[in-house]
């Protein structure tokens, strides 16, 4: 074998270990355990009925009926995508100008391109929305592979909270 | 029977079948193909009609982008004294091969940047120019009085003002009809005084369809 194979072949196991690796860290972020997703809305009428039938006409909202939504996550409401496409963070900051800017990591976990569309809103310290939600925006994600979701909040005063939803794209 | 009278008879007898086979038609029941209920649609959302040009959602996606990105640059909305700008349709041409009307773009943009910024930019009309210019020589006239908010020595100037362009790629293929556009639409702030652009923003997409959808 002669030094230039030689070379060639130490090039080529040093490249295959590092795909592996980062094959191996695309796979990990991929594992449902190591990501904490938040729970979809579950929505329990048996309250609501229960109250109607007592003779309740008008009523605010019933404990038991819904569950907590977590605020400042990434909700998938999209069943479509919910077992393809992971959350690997989640982040927010102030803008120079004082908006909140809120950037996603998703992660692509399947063998073919996908696309989500993604939205946020921002809430204040009374979980209020201070401005409409964003519109839908669309995000490419390449097979097995990482994609961005980033909105900016137009308010620079009352923004406290903000949860992302993520759709399939249409 | 006498030839006059036979004609006659056959004249009436046409007319009737004449006039039958026409009420005919009428009198049946109307056989009409089902149609479609009207819906009310989401208009962030694709709808039933879709093409491969710019529709209601893409309009209202990069609409709420730009004005989210333009409040977060420091040279638009962070400055101590709010900049005057202008935000119209008059500087945002239509190069691509979609008809579209251009305002629709620069009227949501206008209108969502100025709820949204809460006196962080001034917004001036230059449409309305004739309008304010009309009441504004009546105030002098004395013909109106001077209103509660006061004179001006004149009209509001603009600091920055919105340019864009509309442009596609079209490539079709001849053997399935399939039709592939690559949607561009550019915005860009321009200081009025030095010409200098301030914010820049972009919102393409691609996409490839044989549908017949038209739009006009």
Redesign the interface.
């Known amino acids: 074998m002669t030094d230039k194979s030689r070379s060639m072949n130490r090039k080529v196991s040093k490249t295959t270990a590092l795909g592996a690796l980062m094959g191996a860290a695309v796979l990990a972020g991929c594992v449902p355990t190591q990501v904490t997703r938040p729970p979809d809305v579950a929505c329990d009428f048996t309250p609501y009925l229960t109250a109607v039938q007592a003779g309740q006409v008008i009523m605010g909202p019933l404990p038991g009926t819904m569950t907590a939504v977590p605020l400042n996550s990434v909700r998938v409401i999209d069943p479509r995508i919910a077992n393809k496409v992971l959350v690997q963070s989640v982040a927010a900051r102030r803008?120079?100008?004082?908006?909140v800017?809120v950037q996603s990591r998703l992660i692509n976990c399947t063998d073919f391109p996908l696309q989500v569309q993604g939205r946020t809103m921002f809430l204040d310290t009374a979980n209020f929305n201070v401005?409409p939600p964003?519109?839908?925006?669309?995000v490419f994600l390449p097979p097995r592979s990482f994609g961005q979701y980033q909105?900016?909040?137009?308010?620079?005063r009352r923004v406290a909270n903000f949860t992302v939803e993520l759709r399939e794209g249409? | 029977m006498p030839i006059q009278t036979l004609i006659r008879n056959c004249v009436a007898i046409g007319l009737v079948v004449g006039l039958g086979a026409c009420n005919g038609p009428m009198t049946s029941p109307t056989q009409n193909v089902a149609g479609s209920a009207t819906v009310n649609l989401d208009p962030?959302?694709?709808g039933p009609v879709a093409g491969v040009g710019i529709e209601g959602?893409d309009i209202?996606?990069m609409?709420?982008?730009m004005?989210?990105?333009m409040?977060?640059?420091?040279q638009l909305?962070?400055r101590a004294v709010p900049p005057q700008v202008i935000v119209d349709g008059e500087y945002f041409s239509n190069e691509s091969s979609q008809r579209i009307n251009r305002n629709i773009i620069a009227d949501r943009l206008r209108i969502n940047l100025n709820r949204?910024?809460?006196g962080?930019m001034v917004f001036v009309s230059r449409q309305s120019a004739g309008m304010v210019q009309q009441e504004r020589d009546l105030k002098r006239q004395g013909q109106v009085d001077t209103g509660t908010v006061g004179l001006t020595k004149a009209q509001a100037g603009g600091d920055f003002r919105l340019r864009g362009n509309i442009a596609s790629l079209d490539s079709r293929d001849p053997r399935t009809g399939m039709i592939q556009r690559y949607n561009q639409v550019t915005f860009e702030m321009v200081d009025l005084e030095r010409g200098t652009i301030v914010w820049s923003g972009i919102y393409e997409?691609a996409r490839a369809a044989a549908d017949d959808i038209i739009y006009r």
Do not use: V
């Open positions: 803008t120079e100008t004082g908006t800017e401005e964003s519109a839908w925006q669309r909105e900016k909040s137009t308010d620079i249409d | 962030n959302t694709r959602q209202t996606s609409t709420d982008q004005m989210r990105d409040l977060g640059t420091p909305a962070g949204a910024s809460q962080r997409f």
